[in-house]
């Protein structure tokens, strides 16, 4: 009977190990996603544009500092892993029928943010989950009531009645007004001088299977987001 190498019988023992180790780590469950609301707790937004005009964009707010980790975490509270990317903004003149003033058109740098963090999870991951904050106006609060409502209306009539497609929420969380936006998880408010959508999603497990994931992210994790949000704009 030939002999049985003493190495290979090591490095086979290892390998089961091993396997028996990335097994383990694969099926283990992670604790369940808990949910909390809406606690605003950082600084107020105060734009003060003039009459009839939009705010020069050097004013306009940082969208990576207007949403903080604590207030994240208290919708979220195993959130974890924070990691802020800006998105740029191109503003064009907000109001057609008048010439616009200098220094009210042009690219916002930080016009918009991913911030994107990690939540518990059977597969790990860097990061798994996202909010999405872009500012699309930021201007008298007359000339954003106008806009909204022109593009609410346009988005409504764009849907025809699918509800999937389109949801006026009124003024239900907090904003002058909300709506969904086609078939996204994005969310138009406007609240005084700011007009503004928020978005997202996750692959967390306890958010659920897509595409009910999206409609759960959107009604647990974005609508308290537009709540925080909203309570801060002057």
């Not at 190495?7 to 097994?23: E, G, I």
């Not at 903080?68 to 903004?89: H, M, N, T, Y």
């Not at 700011?194 to 409609?215: H, I, L, N, R």
């Amino acid at each position: 009977m030939p002999s049985m190498n003493p190495n290979r019988s090591v490095l086979a023992a290892v390998a089961v190990v091993s396997a028996a180790v990335v097994l383990s780590g694969c099926s283990s469950e992670p604790p369940a996603l808990t949910f909390g609301a809406a606690k605003p707790s950082g600084a107020r937004l105060s734009a003060q544009p003039p009459r009839g005009a939009s705010v020069p964009l050097a004013q306009w707010p940082n969208a990576c500092e207007v949403l903080g980790d604590e207030e994240v975490r208290a919708i979220l509270p195993q959130a974890k892993d924070f990691q802020r990317e800006p998105v740029k903004v191109t503003v064009l003149n907000f109001n057609p029928m008048a010439k616009s003033d200098p220094g009210t058109t042009g690219d916002v740098p930080a016009g918009g943010c991913k911030t994107e963090f990690s939540l518990p999870a059977k597969y790990k991951g860097k990061h798994n989950s996202y909010i999405r904050i872009v500012f699309k106006a930021v201007a008298d609060p007359a000339l954003v009531d106008a806009a909204y409502t022109e593009d609410r209306d346009d988005e409504a009539k764009r849907a025809a009645g699918d509800t999937k497609k389109f949801r006026d929420l009124g003024n239900s969380l907090g904003a002058a007004g909300c709506y969904t936006k086609s078939l996204t998880t994005t969310m138009i408010c406007h609240q005084g001088p700011y007009q503004f959508e928020v978005g997202g999603m996750s692959t967390a497990d306890g958010v659920g299977k897509y595409p009910d994931s999206d409609e759960n992210w959107r009604a647990k994790v974005l609508t308290e987001v537009v709540r925080t949000l909203s309570a801060r704009m002057a």
